[in-house]
C-alpha cells in the first residue's frame, strides 16, 4: 500500500511538472526525459482520445448492430481501441525519450583555443585574446564538412548536429523541434516519430472509413442522407475531422518518406533548400530506408538517472577550474610573463 501511494504520488508530482515545468523534465529518476514544452502534449493526447471514444461509443456501437454477425462488429471496436494504443505508444516513446542529446563539456576545450592578434593595448604591448575556433573542418564519407563550435554546450557538434534553442541542447541527427509531442526529433527518436505520424494517418483514414460505412447502413435504413446524417450527426463529425487531420498528417508522413528515401533531415531541406549540395549521407533510396527504420537505436550518451560523481562536482575540480580561468585570462600572463626578463633585470 506504502508504494502504490508513492507511486500515486510520484505520478501527480510529474503531471504538475509537465504542466508548470519550463525546463526540461525528468520522470522515474531520469529514464524519461520530456521536453519544456511538454504541456503541448496533453493536446496532442487529447485529439487522439477524444475522436476515438466518440468513435467507439456512437459508431462503433452501431456497427456492432448494423453488420449480420457481431463478431465484424466487434472486430471494428477492438482494432480501434488497440491500434490507438499502438499510437499512443509510439507518441510516448518520440515525446518520453533522449532524442540524442550531446552532453555538455563543463570546461572550454583549452586544446582549441588560438589567440586572436587584433588585440587590446596595455601599457604599449599588443595583449593576444583567447578564443576559440569558431568551425573546424571534419571527412565525412570521403568529403570535408565543416562544424560549428557551441558556445553553450562548449563542444563541436558533430556532422548533422544542431543546437535547439527551446530544448537548449546540441542533438544529435537533428530534424526538428515538434511542438505536437514536446520533444526534439533526432537520431534516437526520429524512428518512433515517423511511425507514430504514419500511423496516425493510417488510424485517421480508419475511422473515417468506418463513419462513412456508418452513414452508408443508415442511409439504407433512412433512405437518404440528410436522414441518415440527422440519425447519426457525430459520424459527419469525425468524417470532417479525420478528413481535416489527414491532410496534416498525411502530408507530414509523405514529406518524411521523401526525407528518408533521400536521407535528409528537415533542418538540412530548409536550411540549404534551393542550394546544390552533395548529399554526403544518400546511400541509396532501399539502404536509406534500412538505416531508419530497421536499424538499432543508438544507446543514449547520457545517463540521466545516474549519481553525480565527485570528480564531477565543483569543489573537487577545483585545480581544473583555476586552469579554465587561467585560460580565459590568458592575455594577462601573457603579458606578466613578457614583462617578467624586465623585473629580472631590475
Same mark, same amino acid.
Given at each position: 500500500?506504502?508504494?502504490?501511494?508513492?507511486?500515486?504520488?510520484?505520478?501527480?508530482?510529474?503531471?504538475?511538472?509537465?504542466?508548470?515545468?519550463?525546463?526540461?523534465?525528468?520522470?522515474?529518476?531520469?529514464?524519461?526525459?520530456?521536453?519544456? /514544452?511538454?504541456? $503541448?502534449?496533453? %493536446?496532442?493526447?487529447?485529439? +487522439?482520445?477524444?475522436?476515438?471514444?466518440? @468513435?467507439? =461509443?456512437? #459508431?462503433?456501437?452501431?456497427?456492432? /448492430?448494423?453488420? $449480420?454477425?457481431? %463478431?465484424?462488429?466487434?472486430? +471494428?471496436?477492438?482494432?480501434?481501441?488497440? @491500434?490507438? =494504443?499502438? #499510437?499512443?505508444?509510439?507518441?510516448?516513446?518520440?515525446?518520453?525519450?533522449?532524442?540524442?542529446?550531446?552532453?555538455?563539456?563543463?570546461?572550454?576545450?583549452?586544446?582549441?583555443?588560438?589567440?586572436?592578434?587584433?588585440?587590446?593595448?596595455?601599457?604599449?604591448?599588443?595583449?593576444?585574446?583567447?578564443?576559440?575556433?569558431?568551425?573546424?573542418?571534419?571527412?565525412?564519407?570521403?568529403?570535408?564538412?565543416?562544424?560549428?563550435?557551441?558556445?553553450?554546450?562548449?563542444?563541436?557538434?558533430?556532422?548533422?548536429?544542431?543546437?535547439?534553442?527551446?530544448?537548449?541542447?546540441?542533438?544529435?541527427?537533428?530534424?526538428?523541434?515538434?511542438?505536437?509531442?514536446?520533444?526534439?526529433?533526432?537520431?534516437?527518436?526520429?524512428?518512433?516519430?515517423?511511425?507514430?505520424?504514419?500511423?496516425?494517418?493510417?488510424?485517421?483514414?480508419?475511422?473515417?472509413?468506418?463513419?462513412?460505412?456508418?452513414?452508408?447502413?443508415?442511409?439504407?435504413?433512412?433512405?437518404?442522407?440528410?436522414?441518415?446524417?440527422?440519425?447519426?450527426?457525430?459520424?459527419?463529425?469525425?468524417?470532417?475531422?479525420?478528413?481535416?487531420?489527414?491532410?496534416?498528417?498525411?502530408?507530414?508522413?509523405?514529406?518524411?518518406?521523401?526525407?528518408?528515401?533521400?536521407?535528409?533531415?528537415?533542418?538540412?531541406?530548409?536550411?540549404?533548400?534551393?542550394?546544390?549540395?552533395?548529399?554526403?549521407?544518400?546511400?541509396?533510396?532501399?539502404?536509406?530506408?534500412?538505416?531508419?527504420?530497421?536499424?538499432?537505436?543508438?544507446?543514449?550518451?547520457?545517463?540521466?538517472?545516474?549519481?553525480?560523481?565527485?570528480?564531477?562536482?565543483?569543489?573537487?575540480?577545483?585545480?581544473?577550474?583555476?586552469?579554465?580561468?587561467?585560460?580565459?585570462?590568458?592575455?594577462?600572463?601573457?603579458?606578466?610573463?613578457?614583462?617578467?626578463?624586465?623585473?629580472?633585470?631590475?
Amino acid at each position: 500500500m506504502f508504494i502504490s501511494i508513492n507511486l500515486i504520488y510520484e505520478l501527480f508530482l510529474n503531471i504538475f511538472l509537465i504542466l508548470h515545468s519550463p525546463l526540461q523534465i525528468f520522470m522515474f529518476g531520469g529514464r524519461l526525459i520530456f521536453g519544456p /514544452d511538454a504541456r $503541448s502534449l496533453i %493536446i496532442t493526447l487529447l485529439l +487522439i482520445i477524444v475522436p476515438v471514444i466518440i @468513435f467507439c =461509443t456512437n #459508431v462503433a456501437r452501431n456497427l456492432i /448492430d448494423e453488420i $449480420s454477425g457481431n %463478431i465484424a462488429g466487434y472486430a +471494428i471496436l477492438m482494432v480501434t481501441v488497440v @491500434f490507438t =494504443t499502438y #499510437v499512443l505508444l509510439l507518441l510516448l516513446l518520440t515525446s518520453a525519450r533522449d532524442p540524442g542529446i550531446v552532453p555538455r563539456n563543463l570546461h572550454p576545450l583549452t586544446e582549441e583555443i588560438c589567440y586572436d592578434s587584433s588585440a587590446s593595448i596595455d601599457v604599449g604591448r599588443q595583449t593576444p585574446t583567447p578564443r576559440v575556433h569558431p568551425t573546424k573542418v571534419v571527412v565525412v564519407n570521403g568529403v570535408p564538412v565543416r562544424v560549428k563550435y557551441c558556445s553553450t554546450c562548449l563542444l563541436y557538434r558533430p556532422p548533422r548536429c544542431s543546437h535547439c534553442s527551446i530544448c537548449d541542447n546540441c542533438v544529435e541527427r537533428f530534424d526538428h523541434h515538434c511542438p505536437w509531442v514536446g520533444q526534439c526529433i533526432g537520431m534516437r527518436n526520429y524512428k518512433s516519430f515517423f511511425l507514430f505520424i504514419s500511423s496516425s494517418t493510417v488510424l485517421c483514414i480508419f475511422i473515417f472509413a468506418m463513419s462513412a460505412l456508418n452513414i452508408k447502413f443508415l442511409m439504407d435504413d433512412y433512405g437518404t442522407f440528410w436522414k441518415a446524417m440527422k440519425e447519426s450527426p457525430l459520424s459527419v463529425v469525425l468524417m470532417v475531422y479525420c478528413f481535416i487531420f489527414l491532410w496534416f498528417v498525411g502530408g507530414l508522413t509523405c514529406f518524411h518518406l521523401y526525407l528518408i528515401g533521400t536521407n535528409q533531415t528537415t533542418y538540412e531541406t530548409f536550411r540549404y533548400g534551393g542550394v546544390e549540395r552533395p548529399r554526403i549521407y544518400d546511400r541509396g533510396c532501399l539502404k536509406n530506408f534500412e538505416e531508419v527504420l530497421c536499424s538499432k537505436i543508438k544507446p543514449s550518451s547520457n545517463n540521466f538517472h545516474a549519481y553525480v560523481q565527485e570528480n564531477e562536482r565543483g569543489d573537487s575540480d577545483g585545480n581544473r577550474r583555476e586552469k579554465v580561468e587561467d585560460d580565459r585570462e590568458i592575455g594577462g600572463n601573457l603579458l606578466k610573463i613578457s614583462q617578467r626578463p624586465e623585473a629580472d633585470d631590475a
